[in-house]
Nanobody, 120 residues
Framework: QVQLVESGGGLVQAGGSLRLSCTAS????????MDWYRQAPGMQRELVAS???????WYLDSVRGRFTISRDNAKNAVYLQMNSLKSEDTAVYYC??????????????WGKGTLVTVSS
């Protein structure tokens, strides 16, 4: 069984910064893409940032230049550094990982989420 555990959410003023962390634990062969999603109240969940095992990154247009995704493959961890936060960044942030359960099969896993609240 694979578990993803996020941490680092909280309340911050607009213009402030937060760093989210997500660590995978359990028995698996490796991890391919690791992503951060977010879901604001009444909105659909959206992909915020993604990073491949090789370090290639993708960002949602509205966060590009403010957020930075990174990972530590040795620790099976992914991070999201969020700077210049805006009220519209308020959401529950979820970690998602494409995990190689065996050499031949992958499965997607989700964390339970961490709440980020940006006050204006």
């Amino acid at each position: 069984q694979v578990q993803l555990v996020e941490s680092g959410g909280g309340l911050v003023q607009a213009g402030g910064s937060l760093r989210l962390s997500c660590t995978a634990s359990g028995s698996f062969y490796g991890i391919d893409n690791m992503d951060w999603y977010r879901q604001a109240p009444g909105m659909q969940r959206e992909l915020v940032a993604s990073i491949t095992s090789g370090g290639s990154t993708w960002y949602l247009d509205s966060v590009r230049g403010r957020f930075t995704i990174s990972r530590d493959n040795a620790k099976n961890a992914v991070y999201l550094q969020m700077n210049s936060l805006k009220s519209e960044d308020t959401a529950v942030y979820y970690c998602n990982a494409d995990v190689s359960i065996t050499y031949y099969s992958n499965q997607l896993y989700w964390g339970k989420g961490t709440l980020v609240t940006v006050s204006s």
